[in-house]
């Protein structure tokens, strides 16, 4: 069974500056598109940014721009750097396998990590 793990969150200031990290168990990593997503308190949770295989990205219209994604295949490793955080992006941030479906990034693995708290204060 494939594991990630998430970690770096914290508490920043509106400006700030944060890096997530996700470690994954390495079985099928090399082969996976992974990508990031957060869920708000009540709220849905939503696709933020991803890595192909080959390292191409992708991003929502509120993450372009301010975070970035990228990966290290020899380390199973999936981070996430966000810039100019804004209070609404606090948010638990998980990591997943993600597909492409009906045009929209979606996550693959059914089971999610513990997900790494970002809280932003205004």
């Known amino acids: 069974q494939v594991l990630v793990e998430e970690s770096g969150g914290g508490l920043v200031q509106a400006g700030g500056s944060l890096r997530l990290s996700c470690q994954h168990s390495?079985?099928?990593?090399?082969?996976?598109?992974m990508g990031w997503f957060r869920q708000a308190p009540g709220k849905a949770r939503e696709f933020v940014a991803g890595v192909g295989r080959s390292g191409y990205t992708y991003y929502r219209d509120f993450a372009e721009g301010r975070f970035t994604i990228s990966r290290d295949n020899a380390k199973y490793m999936v981070t996430l750097e966000m810039n100019n955080l804004k209070p609404e992006d606090t948010a638990m941030y998980y990591c997943n396998k993600i597909g492409l479906e009906d045009g929209k990034w979606v996550p693959v693995y059914a089971y999610w990590g513990r997900g790494t708290q970002v809280t932003v204060s205004s």
């Open positions: 390495g079985l099928t990593f090399s082969s996976s598109a």
